[in-house]
T-cell receptor, first 112, second 119 residues
């Protein structure tokens, strides 16, 4: 079946550091890929998405590129802020399946 | 405000009780979902309804019964609550977004969650 694997957390960085959170997936066909963010005490918000190979999703300084050859969708940000502290989820959606399969989440803490 | 809303936000109850969580979306979406997030933050889909019809039921105990009175509402009723049911339950709704060419994706919008604690 389809699955998503994220790097183990928690991840702790200093403000303005470079961030990478790794995500790899297993899926049949060509899924759409997503990063969701969950701030403390809140629901999930869509951060960025990519619907086909080589697409780059970007939002709020975060980027991720859909790499079919390595089945990866790593999240990056060049300079993190304290306000980026949250749990980040990588997810995929099968075409037609209408459900999201999530990775286990990565807790990110940014220290001032 | 346009959103996915859930009530209650917190629910504390005793083992063996029956409880319901309500969800409403005013985004005009046809598809709604229930997800369960465990204590380790792992998220898993439980149910999905499209236009009031059940389309996904992921090996959830039959103590859990979703009900969709109309396409804007998807409620979750849980019978005979157990300690292991303690979790955060998220409702979501979705629409299919055309991304250009023949590409499309399913964008899901989540509610704020209901934290259920079974004592």
């Amino acid at each position: 079946g389809n699955s998503v694997t994220q790097m183990e957390g928690p991840v702790t960085l200093s403000e303005e550091a470079f961030l990478t959170i790794n995500c790899t997936y297993t899926a049949t066909g060509y899924p759409s890929l997503f990063w969701y963010v969950q701030y403390p005490g809140e629901g999930l918000q869509l951060l960025l998405k990519a619907t086909k190979a080589d697409d780059k999703g970007s939002n709020k300084g975060f980027e991720a590129t859909y790499r079919k050859e390595t089945t990866s969708f790593h999240l990056e940000k060049g300079s993190v802020q304290v306000s980026d502290s949250a749990v980040y989820f990588c997810a995929l959606s099968d075409r037609g399946a209408q459900k999201l399969v999530f990775g286990q989440g990565t807790r990110l803490t940014i220290n001032p | 405000d346009t959103a996915v809303s859930q009530t209650p936000k917190y629910l504390v109850t005793q083992m063996g009780n029956d409880k319901s969580i309500k969800c409403e979306q005013n985004l005009g979406h046809d598809t709604m979902y229930w997800y369960k997030q465990d204590s380790k933050k792992f998220l898993k889909i439980m149910f999905s309804y499209n236009n009031k019809e059940l389309i996904i039921n992921e090996t959830v105990p039959n103590r859990f019964s979703p009900k969709s009175p109309d396409k804007a509402h998807l409620n979750l009723h849980i019978n005979s609550l157990e300690l292991g049911d303690s979790a955060v339950y998220f409702c979501a709704s979705s629409q299919v977004v055309l991304a250009g060419g023949s590409s499309s994706y399913n964008e899901q919008f989540f509610g704020p969650g209901t934290r259920l604690t079974v004592l």
